[in-house]
């Protein structure tokens, strides 16, 4: 079992942290950081699965199609004495 599981995800200054839209409750913008974190409350049992979804708006929108994608650095942090991640899957959309 994953105890004091969380999910940190840096947002690059090109994007409006503020419009983030999240499909699982939990999770919270910090501006001083640029970074959302969901932090996993009753931790992760041995396959269980779990889905996050963000979505956020370009500080220039009208500026869409002549950028590069974002990068959105992730970091996912958790104690566990035996258990371990098998797998992290990240889709992006544009």
């Given at each position: 079992h994953?105890?004091?599981?969380?999910?940190?995800?840096?947002?690059?200054?090109?994007?409006r942290?503020?419009?983030?839209?999240?499909t699982r409750q939990g999770g919270?913008?910090?501006?001083?950081?640029?970074?959302?974190?969901w932090?996993?409350?009753n931790g992760l049992a041995p396959g269980e699965l779990i889905e996050i979804q963000a979505q956020f708006n370009f500080v220039n929108a009208s500026a869409g199609h002549q950028r590069s994608a974002p990068t959105f650095p992730i970091l996912v942090r958790c104690d566990g004495s035996n258990?371990?991640?098998?797998?992290?899957?990240l889709c992006s959309d544009l």
């Open positions: 994953l105890t004091q599981v969380a999910f940190l995800m840096a947002v690059p200054p090109d994007i942290g503020e419009s983030v839209k999240l919270v913008w910090d501006g001083m950081k640029r970074i959302v974190a932090p996993i409350e258990d371990q991640f098998s797998d992290i899957q």
